[in-house]
């Protein structure tokens, strides 16, 4: 191992290039970053195995940072790494800049994950170990990585961690290595005025390993992992007690460590200068790496190459001999949509698109060899058990099955997938009712800014959910979740995939698209209830475009007609009225908004052209079918919470029926 004192300056030169950067930006957290920096040390100059020459390597260790405003101490490790250069630590928290104010994925960079809402970082890290765990159950030896997360006293204090504790214990995860950095300072306040459970016996009793030190002592640190890698039954929660702002010092001299002030401000002007002093940099030249630490960590990518050497040897040994298993390997982490027959999946007409959703699940469950499915303790009713039925659930020490049952946690589960996808290697797809996608925004707008490719299932999509009442019938939801079709990701496309199917026959091809979808988060939207399928001759794989033309609509109608999901069939009984008043009806499902503005405008306009008479239909906020149906037309919506009932009076009470379609649209003639 390295000399302490050696390992002591190059944490010291990781505090002067973190508050340094926040320094020059005038913004940032530099306590925790300076408190942190002995472990992150530790970790990436003696114990972190990763290919400096192939960051993608699938078999490399991961690294998550939950809490995202440190990313000062992960810029300057990666820099002291080669990853960034000093030039691009300066340029911290600037436009343009890779180096943001929280962490953005960018694995080529090191960068594991985009963390800031703290919680999710280190959540996103169990989904990874579950996903590593999966590969070793296919894979053996050449998938035998650690996963290592960072996380803070907010993460511990943030109501997913429980989730994200109770999974990790029940599944046995021992490749999760977790490094809690308790520094006993918050951004407001110290911890003990807000935190008082014993955190240590927390995790015990969630079946983890904890093992506490002393965050800032380098033979602690490094004893602490080597205990940690040995562990075979328990996740290990490594409990560091660190200093906050560790080696800062005040305008007076005075020392500025455990302050609150330190975490979320500059140390400004003298007390910036005392505290590089202080830490054996030079104030008018900061953004410098000492030569013994440049030594120190070329001597770690010299190790690195051997080690990899040696792993890559044992892949090449074991690719040969199971040339198969090689094959299926480059495959899972290729990225590639997967083959799947999808014409030969045979719909029951009438059936409610839950059930559709199974059928299509079943299919995918023995197509599709690296899809993993999560349920939020609602599989046989959320239709995920379409895929459980042909596989069986993880349980702690087999992973050889495909299903993760998460338990009533839909955020944890939401993040956890993530992870899984983060990892890569997997497609994961997660399942709950709808009106509980409000538990999960936060995770579906990470996955969306992530760019990862999660599919959520949601289920029970209107108020037509009837008798369970209004907490559990979805209203404002759909309206919500389609912003983010609407929002843009950086690469300027739609940040999420949405799509709510009108009948069994587009579910099958709501699933395709979400399958074909590998740069975005997909949102699928089912029914609870029966809907009838729509007319026969109805080319469903226009739904591609994300809103097409119901078969049997005439030519140069009267109006036009658009919905999604089982309010098309409505519209289809209505037009049936209609027509015998000698009224011409287009009929327009939609199950994508996002998808159908994507297309070309010549597209759009033989749809729903503009300035045509338009009524919508939707069981949510009549906000969810304005953009379509424009400035002339009409929504026929739902703008209050539901109520207690069975669905079939919900409908007829609310003006779901034939009847005020006719009524409605007469109206607007």
């Known amino acids: ?93 600037q436009w343009g800049s890779p180096t943001p104010g929280h962490p953005e994925v960018d694995i080529m960079r090191g960068v594991e994950n985009t963390s800031g809402p703290l919680g999710q970082g280190h959540t996103f890290a169990v989904g990874a170990a579950i996903a590593a765990k999966f590969m070793k159950a296919r894979f053996n030896e050449v998938m035998d990585q650690k996963i290592y997360a960072y996380i ?50 927390k ?16 033979d602690q640190i490094r004893a602490a992992i080597k205990e940690a890698q040995a562990e075979k039954e328990h ?4 409990i560091g007690k660190t200093v906050m702002g560790k080696g800062a010092r005040k305008a007076d001299g005075s020392s500025y460590e455990a302050n609150c002030a330190t975490h979320g401000a500059p140390l400004g002007g003298d007390a910036y200068i005392n505290t590089i002093k202080n830490l054996g940099g030079d104030p008018a030249n900061a953004f410098v790496i000492f030569p013994e630490v440049v030594e ?81 303790d609602l599989s046989n009713s959320d239709k995920t058990d379409g895929f459980l039925k042909k596989t069986h659930a993880f349980k702690k020490g087999d992973f050889s099955g495909a299903f993760f ?51 959520f299932i949601w289920t029970h999509d209107a108020f037509r959910v009837g008798e369970d ?25 739609n940040s999420m995939l949405v799509l709510r199917p009108a009948d069994a026959e587009e579910t099958t091809v709501a699933w395709r698209l979400a399958m074909e979808n590998n740069s975005t988060p997909t949102g699928l939207i089912f029914s609870r209830q029966n809907i009838v399928n729509l007319p026969a001759g109805t080319d469903y794989e226009q739904a591609a475009k994300g809103a097409y033309i119901v078969a ?43 998808l159908f503005r994507s297309q070309p405008k010549e597209y759009q306009e033989a749809v729903l052209p503009t300035g045509a008479k338009v009524f919508g239909m939707t069981a949510g906020l009549p906000v969810t079918l304005q953009g379509l149906a424009g400035s002339n037309g009409k929504v026929w919506g739902l703008e209050s919470f539901g109520f207690s009932a069975p669905y079939q009076v919900l409908d007829e009470k609310l003006g779901f029926t034939a009847e005020n379609v006719y009524n409605q649209v007469k109206a607007m003639l």
């Open 1 to 93: 191992m390295n000399d302490n004192k050696l390992m002591n300056r190059a944490a010291d030169n990781i505090r002067i290039l973190a508050a340094s950067m926040v320094e020059k930006a005038n913004s940032g957290h530099p306590g925790g970053a300076m408190g942190g920096a002995d472990f992150i040390n530790v970790l990436f100059s003696e114990f972190l195995v990763y290919d400096p020459e192939n960051p993608r390597w699938e078999g490399r260790d991961r690294f998550f940072l939950d809490p995202g405003h440190m990313s000062p101490m992960l810029y300057s490790t990666l820099a002291l790494t080669g990853k960034y250069a000093l030039d691009e630590l300066k340029e911290f928290r």
């Open 203 to 218: 995790y015990r009793a969630w079946g983890w390993k904890v093992i506490s030190i002393n965050g800032n002592d380098v």
């Open 152 to 201: 803070s006293d907010g993460g511990i204090q943030e109501e997913i961690s429980q989730g994200a504790g109770r999974i990790a214990g029940a599944l046995g995860l021992d490749n999760l290595i977790m490094f809690y950095d308790a520094n006993d300072i918050q951004l407001s306040t110290e911890t003990k005025d807000v935190t008082v459970e014993d955190t240590a016996m």
């Open 235 to 238: 996740p290990i929660l490594i």
């Open 405 to 455: 049952q998460a338990g009533v946690s839909e955020l944890t589960m939401a993040c956890v997938c993530i992870g899984m996808s983060l990892h890569g290697g997997v497609i994961p797809a997660c399942g709950t009712f709808f009106v509980f996608s409000d538990y999960m925004k936060p995770a579906v707008r990470m996955a969306a800014l992530m760019e990862q490719p999660v599919k």
């Open 552 to 594: 049997g609509s005439e030519e140069n109608p009267d109006i036009i007609l658009v919905a999604s999901g089982s309010e098309v069939s409505t519209l289809v009984a209505g037009a049936e009225l209609l027509r015998k008043d000698g009224v011409k009806i287009r009929i327009v499902s939609a199950p994508s908004e996002g």
């Open 469 to 493: 009442g209004p907490t559990h019938e979805p209203v404002e939801q759909e309206a919500q979740i389609r912003l983010m079709e609407k929002l843009k990701n950086h690469k300027d496309h």
């Open 296 to 376: 120190l960590y070329a001597k770690r990518a010299e190790e690195l190459k051997k080690i990899v050497a040696d792993k890559y040897a044992v892949k090449a040994a074991w690719a040969k001999a199971n040339p198969e298993k090689a094959a299926k390997l480059e495959a899972f982490f290729s990225g590639k949509v997967p083959t799947v027959d999808w014409a030969a999946i045979e719909q029951k007409a009438g059936s409610a698109t839950r059930a559709a959703s199974a059928t299509v699940l079943g299919a995918l469950a023995t197509q599709v060899e690296n899809m993993i499915v999560a349920s939020a």
